[in-house]
């Protein structure tokens, strides 16, 4: 908010800040150059609720959530993206003759003129959050901002070809402006949209760029060939990879800081026919930590779980295939173990988030550190908990097979369809069958599944054809759900992910079928009749909660046939 007496005054006769505080604020506020209303919400003197509902009260001006509100698209063309991000402010309709304008700050008489004079329109200005406003200016000013870099460059890139003609000596870095603004906006618009990871496809004549949202790949925007190779190099210059070497895949990593939030970028490569495809992880490290009931499990399930981490030795996996959220189900486990008491240390590759009071290694290959030296060493490190990775060879299955028989606690992931599959694959990787029983004390399968959007969630009856597909009562109606599309959802009728589960609890008549050498399937059908709880069983329970859809079942269900 502007530094004006006024809003303190407001806050005061609101009974909300003292005038000790407001002038302790304002002396903040002289040698931060901060808005007021930042500084006192920073000092913990008020809320920015607080201060939306003390000025929607004083100054008549309605609050809108621009989540939920209909933007028109061609009004915040109306202002440059330069004034909508100096002001924060947002052009979100016309009502008859005026431009309604979203503002964290309505007592900013400077802006309103700007606008004012940059469009010719008289302004009606309306309140919103500075954060809400923030991220829709880089949603709906990103792409434009990535077209205009892109184009940017090619003029800059034509000049410069006709200027090295007559001199040569003339760098490419004299065009790479353009390209870094391409690139932070592809960040930033991933970032808006909850991206998980973004694609950067070469074809023959052009660039496609994807981004995977909710589990779901959607392609944003193309630009042209010729922008493939500065984009590649730019990305791997900030990805410390050789930008020499085009023909082995590389890994790289950077973090991107956006609205005060640290996010981990993990960079691969990998040469195509066209050209380097490059794939980009974005992990935001504040969801790794997760508290367990926000993970997605039913309340058997839960029980299972709080079963399993509260033994004292025997290995714990985490299956599923990649994007399952395996990592984040064990860091939530380690974020529960870690009570100061013990000595946990984890080998990683990489580390994905950091926790205070946990030791956590990072694998590294060329330097001979692999999950197998490291496990070797970490065993003489008394630990009393183990997380490790991943489990990928024999190697590695022994030294946390020893591990866990010896008394520790071991946690890590493996790739496998399902939970019972799991102990077929370590008898695959060479290890004994009577090894893995008496370790292993429990499997927690998982996949994630999109989340209906609560804004435009409807009621409807299931039909014949999706009461046969779950194979329920075909006898009975059921009221299932699904997303109808809106503006918060961005019309796909989904929002967020949950997990569904299937936890296998090792007890000594599933121990003696390892030792026995049952098949997957056989142990399958035993922990059923023990009351497992399946993967499709449990995706069927939240589509009858009304969590998910029918065509999300059908969507999982069918990559784990």
Known sequence: MQARKRLGEFLIEAGLITQEQLQKALNIQKTTNKKLGEVLVESGFVTEDQIIEVLEYQLGIPHVKLDRYPIDQECTKMISETLAKRHTV??????????????ADPLNIFALEDIQIYTGKQVQPV??????????????????????????????????????????RIADEDVQGPIVKLVNSIFEQAINQRASDIHIEPFEEEVKIKFRIDGILYEIMKVEYELHAPLVARIKVIGNMDIAEKRIPQDGRTTFEIYDREYDMRISSLPTVFGEKIVIRIADKREFLKDKKNLGFLEHDLKLYEKLISSPHGIILVSGPTGSGKSTTLYTALRELNTGDRNIITVEDPVESTIYGVNQVEVNVKAGLTFATALRSIL????????????????????AVRAAITGHLVLSTIHTNDAPSSVTRLIDMGVESFLISSSLIGVIAQRLVRRICPYCKEEYIADISEIKAMGLDEEREYKLYRGAGCLYCGHKGYIGRTGI???????????????KGYSS?????????????????????????????????????????
Do not use: H, W
Request: net charge neutral; hydrophobic share 40%; with cysteine.
């Open 90 to 103: 947002l052009p979100i309709k016309m009502e008859r003759d005026k431009l309604v304008i979203a503002m």
């Open 127 to 168: 309140l919103a959050k500075e954060e809400e406003i923030k991220r829709f200016i880089n949603k709906y000013y990103g792409k434009q901002e990535a077209l205009k870099a892109a184009e940017e460059f090619k003029k800059e890139n034509k000049a410069l070809k006709l200027d090295r003609n007559k001199n040569p």
């Open 380 to 399: 003489r490190q008394d630990p009393d908990i183990i997380m490790i990775g991943e489990i990928r060879d024999k190697e590695t299955a022994e030294i």
């Open 501 to 515: 589960y299937e936890i296998l609890v090792i007890d000594k008549e599933l121990r003696a079928a390892i030792t």
């Open 521 to 561: 399937d056989e142990l399958k059908d035993l922990a059923v009749k023990k009351g497992m709880v399946t993967l499709k069983n449990s995706c069927i329970q939240k589509v009858l909660n009304g969590e998910t859809t029918v065509e999300e079942y059908l969507r999982v269900t069918y990559s784990m046939d």
